[in-house]
Structures are given as C-alpha cells and as structure tokens.
C-alpha cells in the first residue's frame, strides 16, 4: 500500500513538470504591426492610422535564433491574462511603463542599457545580447514592427533617448502619433 | 608540508588574502603611475614660454552635418536629399570656403550663421577636423556590423560619450581627464602661480581631473565667492579660518576654506589689475544677434571666453608687485554651452516658411560660437597672445545625417574647430585655412555609416587631442602616458597645429 502511494506521488510530480515545461516551451509572439496584427487592435489607442510597418504577420520571438532565454515576464503587465497574444487593450502608459521594465530588466542583466537606435535596442532586447535572453513580449503590450523596431500602444516607434549608460529616456508619440507634441509620454 | 597548508586555507583566509593582494597591485600601479607622472612631469620642466588652451564644449551633441557642408553639386544635391528640406541648408546661403579645395577634391560651405568663421578659415587661423569621435581601435563599417570591431561603451548616450571625449580612454573606467593629465606633467613649470594650472568655467568636469592638480571653478565673473560675506565679516572669518583646531578634520577644513578665500581675493585682484581697463568689455558682447534675420540673445559662450581672456591676460602677467600677475607658464580652461542636443527644433523651416532653414535654435547656437570665437581671437590679438592660446571644440557626438523630421538624432563622427594664430612662419599656433581628416561620404549605408546615417568616425579623439597637447609641450615620450590608447591609431599628429 505504501509503495501505491509513493507511485502516486511519483506520477503527480512528473505530470507537472511535464505541464510546467510544455507551458514554458509554448511560442512568444512579438505583433509585427500592432495596427492590425488582430481584429483587437484597432481597440487600441489611436486606431489603425499611420504605423511604422506594413506587415501584419505575427512574429514568433523564436525567430531570433539565439533567443534561448526569457525574462519577459519580469515586466509589468497588469492585464497579462492572455499568455501568447499581444494584449491591444493595454493603456499607452502601461505599455509606456512595460517598456521601461524591459530596459531596466535589460540593465540588471548586463550592467547597462543596450544602446543604439530603436531597432538596435529592441534587437538586444529580444536575444541580440551576451546571454540571448529576451526582454519582451506581447502580453506586456510591446509589440515590434517590421522594421525590429519596438512600438507604443498607438502603433508609433518608441524612441529612445539615451542619457547615460544607467538612464534611458523613452518616448511615446502620443495618440497623434507625432513625436515632440503635446500628448507624448515620456518616462525614464 | 606546504601542500598541506595551502589546502587547508579557509574561503574566508583566501579572500582575505586575494584582497589584500589586489589591494596591494592596486596601490603599486598607482605608485608607478605617479612616479612615472613625476619623472615625466620633471622632464617636463624646461618650458619658459607661455601657451593656452581653451576648450569649448557643445554639450548634447552638435550636428556638424550642418556646420561644414560640400558644395560639390552633386554631393551637395546628395545632402539635400537626404538632410530633407527641414534640415537642408539652401546652398546659396552657405558661407562658402572660396579658394579651397581639400585633398579628395571636395568643396566646402559653413552654416549661414557663421560668417566669422569664414573669416577665420580665410584668414588661416581656423582649422576643420573632419568626422572624428570616440574610438578604442580603428574600426570600418563591416567590423563594425559584423561585430568584430570594438566599439566604445555606450555608444551614443550623452554622459558616457560627455566622459570619453574628456578622458580620452573610452574603454577604460573614467578616472583623469586628457586636460588634467596634461596638467599633471606641467603643472611644475608654473612654479609658485597662486592659482591652478586647471581652470573651469562651467563648473566640474572630467576633462581637468588630474591626479596632481585640481580644477578651479570661476564664474564669468570671477572668483565665486562666499555670498553675503565681505567687509569686516569676511575678515572675521578670515581669522577664525586662521586659528589652530584640535580636531584635524576642523583643522584641514580651515585650511581649505582659507585658500579658497585668498585664491579668489588674489584672482579677483589679478582681473582687475587687467590692462586696458574697458579693454574687455568692448571686446565682448553681451548679447549676440542671429544673421539672416534671427532673434538676438543673452551669449553665455561670449561671456565664458571673456573671462578665460581676462585670465589668459593674467597668467601671462609677470608675477609680484606692480603687474600683480601670475607669472604662469601654461594655462587650461573648460568652457560649456548646452542646448545641443536638438531632436525637435533644430530648425525653425515650417512648409510656409521654408527658407527658416537657416534660424532656429541651431543657428542661434552657431551664431554665438561662430561670433565669439572670432571676438576671441580678435582679443588674443590685440593682447600678442594669438599664437600662444588655441581654442579647440568638442562635443557628445555628432548626429544622424538623415532628419527625424524636425531636427537629428545621437550620432558618432562629427567635425570639428580649432582655432588660434595663423602662419607656420610667424610663430602662429595653428596650421588654418586648411582642412584635415577625411570627409564622410554622405550616404546612408555608405562605407562610412553604421546603418542610419551615423558617421563612423575615421579620426580618434586620441589623435585630435595628442596633436594640441604637442604643441601644448608635452612631449613625445610622454604622449603615450597622457593618451595611453594612441598607438592604436596610424598617426599621432594630424598636422593641423604648427611646431612651437
């Protein structure tokens, strides 16, 4: 009777670990071009306006084919309900804020924030680093166009203003999508 | 036996003994580097002439895209096209170098705003130095994508890139910057000068952190002073500062504070013993106006050089009673002007108004540099100093070539101005009215892009630098010392300054 139950334990645990690593080992998706990667995102804010990319396929963060690691799931994401799917409902400031996690992540990993211009940090973000870990993902709202670069919640490419090696400022276009108005938002 | 000892050694006895170790390497290097600056510093010491130099910092990055651009019709047509009509200078408004042709046969125009430096360039007292940055090896576009090239630490961010044009060692932590190096070796020829070698006028930086000398911090103004203490508070003061304290720390406090207060009475005494008194004043203006129809503005840069001209005129002043001067022999100054980095704004072009190309914040930027170097230089002149004092730019970085649709981006290579007396033959500091380095071609994903229009630079920082601190007097077996990453490049002098 003993040993029955040791099996039964036995079998419980390798159960979960075989759904703990099939859960892991499900796909990343980063939109190519959030403005109508889904019939969702024109919920998003700012519509489906001008966007910084034409395709609309989604991209499997495993494209990167040294993307072995992710940390995406330190960043913020109140609504991450949706495990595989970019979440278009995401304020702009939360997406906003998400990106700054990723880069702060990013900085904790390696000492210092990547460098560059959008798609060369959204490259370092997404494996292009010294320990292929990816930064970011959809379910934090960080969706990246078909240019790698990574886009705010209204479609527009963040830009990234590079104060020092420790502090990154990051700029969202706002829902009018021009840069340097009145509706940015900016955080570092 | 031994054996045995060492197998028995705790994890806490081996740290102990690696950081004493380490401890001890670091404080031997040190020794080593200080005896080397002192031995140096004493082979150093046979300077009897007077020199200055003067560097003026664009802090956020200057786009030199448009400072110094080709007129070459079709390499101008090339910049237009991609520089956009909100950054395109209109090629009829450049201040074009007539007469000058450079080596690869490029033709050349300054911003509309700089007339003065035309007139400095014609008059061959200012040198361009083209596409230069931060570099710790040579590297070309291909190592460069391909990863294989070593690229400076953070890249493109202002603070980092701030630091590594002032240390001159981008891949090493930032400890000294090039002009306190440079300090620590001559400090000695200037004998018993009441103030330092090193002088700031925007406050701390890297670039005059020396090991030996320390830089002092003046206003526009002169000396700062303790605010709301004179008279016969300040005499109190004085007097307590004097007293012995039992408490060292009190004690070495005292002791600062009352060098603090003598060194500014003596340099305030000095500024205004200058001779002709309104010398200065008529020699500066306070306020710059724009060309082309531009606003007119407050010049922090004008008034930043005055005083660096009123203190260039006092340390060449022989020392002691009745000149009052301070009888140095070399002399450094930091000069900053901000508002550089200018992502939005960099022009005030509109599609009503297209030929505002040529105002906005970036003109206003050139028109003060442009105006108060040549008021400068007009000083250093009348004063017979103009071959002994050179003015040198540096900047963050320069800017992406092509516009982010109202102004540039962070950048790498950008070009560059040094300026003092004219003519190898009559002693003038700078070989001017001449280009040097090698012009990018204007072209992204060129052989000289990184990928968007930044410039990868083909002149070293160490380079550009190593050929002022020459003619500065450090001399050739020390340059090595001051700019330990210089054997990396093809050449340490690029020409543009003349033997002393």
Redesign the interface.
């Given at each position: 009777m003993k040993k029955f139950w040791v099996a039964i334990v036995i079998l419980a645990i390798a159960a979960g670990i075989y759904f703990w690593a099939n859960k892991n080992a499900a796909p990343k998706y980063i939109l190519a071009d959030g403005a109508a990667a889904s019939s969702n995102q024109n919920n998003a804010p700012g519509g489906a306006g001008k966007t910084a990319g034409s395709s609309t396929s989604l991209i499997n963060s495993g494209q990167n084919p040294n993307a072995a690691t992710d940390l995406s799931s330190r960043a913020a994401s109140p609504n991450s309900s949706n495990e595989t799917n970019a979440n278009p409902a995401l304020p702009a400031a939360t997406v906003l804020d998400n990106a700054r996690v990723a880069i702060h992540n990013y900085a904790a990993a390696f000492g210092?924030?990547p460098?560059?211009?959008n798609a060369e940090i959204t490259a370092a973000l997404t494996g292009k680093n010294p320990k292929q870990i990816n930064f970011i993902n959809a379910e934090a709202g960080l969706r990246v166009n078909a240019d790698g670069e990574l886009l705010d919640a209204y479609g527009t490419p963040f830009?990234f203003?590079?104060?020092?090696?420790k502090?990154m400022e990051i700029h969202s276009a706002g829902e009018d999508r021009k840069?340097?108005t009145f509706d940015d938002l900016v955080t570092k | 036996m031994n054996e045995k000892n060492i197998s028995v050694i705790t994890r806490r006895q081996f740290l102990r003994r690696v950081g004493c170790a380490a401890m001890g390497t670091a404080a031997m290097t040190a020794a080593i580097r200080d005896l080397r600056f002192m031995n140096a510093a004493v082979a150093q010491s046979n300077i009897s002439d007077y020199k200055a130099l003067v560097c003026i910092f664009l802090q956020g990055g200057n786009d030199s895209n448009n400072l110094i651009v080709p007129t070459v019709t079709s390499e101008y047509n090339n910049y237009a096209s991609i520089r956009t009509p909100i950054l395109a200078l209109p090629a009829g408004a450049l201040q074009t170098l007539d007469g000058y042709t450079d080596p690869a046969g490029h033709t050349f125009g300054l911003h509309p705003a700089c007339p003065e430096l035309k007139t400095l360039f014609s008059e061959g007292k200012l040198a361009v130095l083209f596409n230069t940055g931060t570099l710790v090896y040579p590297i070309t576009r291909t190592t460069y994508l391909n990863g294989s090239g070593s690229k400076p630490p953070q890249l493109f961010s202002h603070a980092d890139q701030q630091t590594q044009w002032q240390t001159s060692v981008p891949d090493q932590p930032p400890t000294t910057g090039w002009g306190g190096r440079c300090a620590d070796l001559l400090n000695s020829v200037n004998g018993s000068a009441p103030i330092s070698l090193s002088v700031s006028l925007a406050g701390a930086n890297t670039f005059e952190i020396g090991n030996i000398v320390s830089q002092y911090s003046v206003s526009s103004s002169g000396a700062i002073s303790l605010a709301g203490v004179s008279g016969a508070r300040l005499a109190a003061l004085t007097n307590l500062l004097g007293l012995s304290y039992p408490n060292m720390q009190a004690n070495a406090y005292a002791g600062v504070a009352a060098h603090s207060i003598n060194t500014g009475a003596l340099l305030n005494n000095a500024i205004t013993n200058s001779a002709p008194t309104n010398f200065f004043n008529a020699a500066f203006p306070t306020t710059i106006t724009t060309p082309n129809g531009g606003g007119s503005f407050t010049s922090s840069l004008s008034s930043q050089l005055k005083m660096v001209a009123r203190l260039i005129e006092a340390g060449n002043r022989a020392a002691g009673s009745p000149t009052n001067g301070f009888g140095m022999k070399r002399q450094i100054f930091f000069c900053q002007v901000g508002g550089y980095d200018l992502h939005t704004g960099q022009t005030s072009y509109t599609t009503n108004n297209p030929n505002n190309v040529i105002l906005g914040a970036h003109a206003n930027l050139f028109a003060d540099l442009s105006q108060s170097l040549l008021v400068f230089q007009r000083a250093m002149e009348q004063l017979g100093l103009q071959n002994k004092v050179t003015a040198f730019t540096a900047s963050d970085f320069g800017r992406t070539f092509p516009s982010n649709g109202q102004g540039s981006d962070h950048g790498w290579g950008s070009h560059h101005l040094i300026v003092g007396g004219a003519g190898a033959t009559n002693g003038g500091s700078v070989a001017g009215g001449k280009t040097y380095g090698t012009f990018p071609t204007l072209t992204v994903n060129g052989p000289d892009d990184t990928g968007t229009g930044r410039w990868i630079p083909t002149t070293a920082i160490d380079q550009y630098f190593a050929t002022i601190a020459t003619w500065f007097g450090v001399d050739s077996s020390n340059l090595n010392t001051v700019f330990p990453n210089l054997g990396r490049f093809a050449k340490s002098n690029l020409g543009f300054m003349n033997p002393s």
């Open positions: 210092e924030n460098v560059g211009n830009f203003h590079q104060l020092s090696g502090v840069m340097w | -």
